[in-house]
């Protein structure tokens, strides 16, 4: 099987052509981010019309890449949110056309299963999963008992993790999105400061990361006024311990819950180095039989490979959408 996949609900405009559901013929990625850096953020407007501009190229690209024509296409799948909205209609007409004109079935795939299913390029995985889904937009302990089936057990009560590395990259003057850059400088400093660890020892798969943010910002703030400078690499690497720190003991924490197989983090935050070594070590302590999966750098942010990767499974069951679809900004990932 080969699917012909479409992302666009944010700031990357991407197609990609995937085998049989893991194996990645290509995957091009046109990024909007220098567009988006002089306002800190993504700005929706903005986001649209580069993704008109780009959405042709990008698929006649992945045609390119993987050496291939529509004749060996058998279905065309597109993200159908968790996103903007304005950004999601463009892939979806883009989608919706290509399916029409070319007389392929189209599939659905949320977001969120997408950047899950971003490790199935790698290994196949096995169920029963637990995801730790960390991204811009989303802090989720999702369980997945099959292909195709999620529970979200747990979830953030405010800021998403990575909407928060966002914000005190901003504060800290750093160019957006200030994830990456606030890892590398955590590893240039130390842990010098207790910021808060909220809900470490609750019993439940729930995050909350406003207060974290608001202690990193206010303690910038108050040092401001003092006169004193803080050195930056200390602050992002006493967020970064205690964000992280959070992360890995809600993680373990449902793994004792929910015995699984594999562990398989996903969204743009497992990129991050800390999240990485420190749940590579805390699981092969306590969990040495579950496999851990982290996808490689350049599929944790978004890609359209991931969604490739996520429509097999509504293929092989037959789940195909008409040309009603519509986009789902708010789309929620749970059976
Ligand atoms: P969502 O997937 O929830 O809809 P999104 O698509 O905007 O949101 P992703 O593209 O999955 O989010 O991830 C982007 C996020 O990942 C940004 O917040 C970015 O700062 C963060 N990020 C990227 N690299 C790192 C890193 N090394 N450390 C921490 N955060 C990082
Ligand atoms: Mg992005
Ligand atoms: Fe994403």
Redo the contacts with the bound molecule.
């Keep these: 099987t080969n699917i012909l996949a479409i992302e666009s ?4 405009t991407s197609a990609a052509i995937i085998k049989d559901g893991h194996e990645m013929r290509s995957n091009v990625v046109a990024s909007q981010i220098k567009s988006h850096m002089r306002f800190g953020g ?1 700005v929706p407007e903005i986001a649209s019309r580069h993704h008109v501009e780009q959405i042709t190229q990008v698929i006649a690209a992945a045609f390119k890449e993987a050496g291939c024509d529509w004749d060996v296409i058998d279905a065309v799948a597109v993200t159908q949110g ?2 903007l909205v304005g950004a999601l209609l463009i892939g979806i007409t883009a989608a919706k056309s290509l399916a029409f004109a070319h007389n392929k079935p189209l599939i659905a795939v949320n ?2 299963a997408g ?1 899950i299913y971003a490790s199935q390029l790698v290994e196949r995985l096995n169920f029963p999963l637990l995801s730790l ?6 802090t989720e302990l999702v369980y997945m008992p099959s292909h195709g089936h999620f529970q979200t057990i747990g979830d953030t009560r405010d800021d ?4 928060a ?2 914000k005190i ?1 901003r504060v800290l003057g750093l160019a ?9 400088l955590a590893q240039e400093g130390q842990d010098i400061y207790d910021y808060p660890r909220a809900m470490i020892n609750e019993d439940n798969f729930d995050f909350s990361f406003s207060g974290l943010k608001s202690a990193v910002i206010n303690h910038l703030h108050n040092a401001d006024q003092r006169g004193e400078t803080l050195k930056q690499a200390d602050i992002a690497a006493s967020f ?1 311990a205690a ?1 992280v720190d959070v992360l890995v003991a809600k993680t373990l924490r449902a793994l004792d819950h929910y015995p699984v197989k594999d562990l398989v983090v ?10 990485r070594q420190k749940l590579k070590i805390a699981v092969a302590k306590a969990y040495p039989d579950v496999k851990l999966h982290f996808p490689p ?1 350049a599929l ?3 890609n359209a490979a991931m969604i490739g990767a996520a429509a097999q499974y509504h293929y092989d069951k037959g789940e195909f959408a008409d040309l009603s679809l519509d986009a789902k900004p708010g789309l929620a990932l749970n059976d």
């Design positions: 609900s944010c700031d990357e993504v968790p996103g977001h969120m950047h889904v960390v991204s811009g937009g989303h998403a993790v990575g909407e590395y966002d990259g957006y999105p200030g994830g990456k850059k606030i890892d590398e970064q964000a996903a969204g743009g935050v497992a990129a991050n180095s800390s999240l750098l944790c942010g978004d």
